[in-house]
């Protein structure tokens, strides 16, 4: 009854970062390391009915897929939906329908757990008995719930009380609770569950271990982990280490070393590449219970400074972040507010022609030949965002920039780029303007205002100072005929990141300008699309 079940949810929780796309032979390497390191059950990934850009095969976990891995017999499978997807416009029954079309017995599906936010908690419960009916064990997931007072925590237990659950976990969202605050909670859920319970750590404080660890001792018997640590952000407890106590538990052999060769040559090369894991900034955000992508955001960039970090967690400290938003990084910064105010206007360049934008993405090199071919043979006005030299210098015609870390960062690149640069000049810090004093600037303003777009004749208003919507508003402003995108690749399909972006996407194609806009590379963002290779 009290036997410690070891739960590895490498597949769903690292697939944020490859867009769920393991290729199976590792994935059968990573199912034989889980059997040999004594690993009850692995999630192998997320059930969903949303079909956003290419994600791969563990995004949606088929039965069909699964039964063409090589799974251990010692292995149950378990698979993760989303509360909001059994929630929102599908009803319940017929989203699960079509999410679980097989009964257990007919299904290689052991176990489905459901990840859900405390206000969709209670119309969510219901899935637990239409799963039950249909032969699969059950797990409800509580994220966010380290903010969360005594009374609410204990309503939340009295409501899971009345369904047959199999384990109800808590996950510490923030990464913010310490070993004596994963005590309380549980005698609170205590106070009003008496079934398993399961923990989901992250590592913001480094104490995913350490709090799962004492959840064992408080009388939690399901945990979770991952190899490497591999989750957003900070990351989660580590499948490496969680599998060694509870062995020592359990008095238990097992054989680490399967699990070490897999790591060495899949897992921590990615962990390089894609850098999860705290540090001291994933640090502050745990114990300031601010959400850890903001600190994600800005470590994508490395143009952006320690100190900028500091300033914006600082920030965030004070004013809230427990929900991520690019509006509140910028509001965080406290830039362009102001009236906007410029001296250049973009029509004596823009209007009437067919702009390129080159985003920052990767898929501006991916297809560089192409695009070099595309400019060369219908001469469009071609816009490099920042100071990106995926394409040749020749081929751009101008720079475009308004963000003032970025700027400074990159004051010694642009110094040497011999395109114009194209940003709010006049409305930049003064440490700013002296960094670019001998760079040809033309002075177009902006004011950020949320959800708005206004095209002036030298000055614009955006609902973000990201440069994407800057320069959106900028051809706009110009009376640009299209806009022709490429790099704008977009995030995982669960990358609070790539939704903001999206929204800034949506709030242009509703705003009054003109200028259509058309991808001619893949991105994952709301914009028509066609294929650059069609056009050259």
Known sequence: MNEPIVLDCTLRDGGYYNNWNFPEPVINQYLQAMSEAGVDIVELGLRSLINNGFKGACAYTAD???????IPASLQVGVMVNASELVNDVPLEEALQQLFPN??????????????????????????????QRGYMVGFNLMQIADRSEAEIKT???????????????ADSMGSMTPDQTAEIISWLRSGWAGALGI???????????????????GVTWVDATVTGMGRGPGNARTEELVIEVAERRKQHINMIPLMQVLGSYFKPMQH???????????????????????QQMQGDSRFSEEDILAVINHLREEGGKKFSLKALDAARHFYHAEARGTWSPRQVFEGRDVLILGTGPGVAAHRAAIECFIR????????????????????????????????????????????LITPYSMLPENVRAALVDKETLDYGL???????EFGETACVAPTSLVMAYTFALCAAGKASRMFLTGFDGYGADDPR??????????YAQSNAVAEMISITPTKYDVPEISIYGLV
Not at 200 to 218: K, P, V, Y
Request: hydrophobic share 45%; aromatic share 10%; charged share 15%.
């Open 64 to 70: 069909g897929f699964i039964n063409s891995l090589q």
């Open 103 to 132: 009964d257990a017995a007919q299904s290689p599906v052991h176990l489905v757990r459901i990840a859900s936010h405390i206000h969709e908690f209670g119309n969510a419960l219901p899935a637990v008995n239409w799963l039950k």
């Open 156 to 170: 939340l237990a009295k409501l899971a009380s009345a369904y047959d659950i199999d384990a109800l976990y808590f």
């Open 200 to 218: 989901h750590t992250h590592d913001n404080l480094g104490l995913a271990l350490s709090n799962t660890l004492r959840a064992l001792d408080e």
């Open 273 to 295: 590449q894609f850098g999860w894991g705290t540090n001291p900034y994933y640090y502050l955000t745990g114990k300031y219970g601010i959400h850890p992508s903001y600190v």
């Open 377 to 420: 043979k219908y001469n469009p006005i071609v816009l490099a965002l920042n100071a990106q030299t995926a394409i040749a210098a020749e081929l751009i015609n101008y720079r475009v920039a308004c963000h003032p870390v970025r700027l400074l960062a990159d004051c010694d690149v642009h110094a040497t780029l011999p395109q114009p």
């Open 447 to 453: 004011s950020v205002r949320e959800s708005v777009f």
């Open 498 to 507: 790539n939704q903001e972006m999206n929204r800034i996407v949506l709030q």
